[in-house]
């Protein structure tokens, strides 16, 4: 399986739980802080349980399953990020990078 990895800057999606127009949308996971030595494209990769915000100031985690670079947990498009309340996010969105990822 091929997946291209997600970096700084790519999104994930969220369903509209809230009253419009607070709710549903694209929330960036930006700046990425967990890690600063892994790059591509000149961009950081999105670590499993990166901390970033939806609406309303809910606090989320980008969320990887069994996806590693040098035993790093790493985030790739499709992957679920978490979040407390009652966000149900979609997915994230690989824009900014067409990098592959083969397990």
């Known amino acids: 399986m091929s997946e291209l990895i997600a ?31 892994i790059f591509i494209e000149d961009k950081l990769v999105i670590v499993d349980n990166e901390d970033f915000e939806a609406h309303c100031g809910a606090n989320a985690k980008a969320t990887t399953v069994l996806a590693f670079i040098a035993d790093i947990a790493i985030c790739r498009n499709g992957d679920i990020s978490q979040s407390q309340g009652c966000h149900t996010f979609e ?13």
């Open 91 to 103: 997915g994230i969105t690989v824009s900014h990078q067409d990098f592959v990822f083969s397990e």
């Open 7 to 37: 970096v700084d800057g790519d999104e994930d999606t969220c369903d509209a739980c809230h009253v419009p127009p607070a709710g549903g949308g694209n929330y960036p996971i930006s700046p990425v802080d967990l890690q600063d030595f």
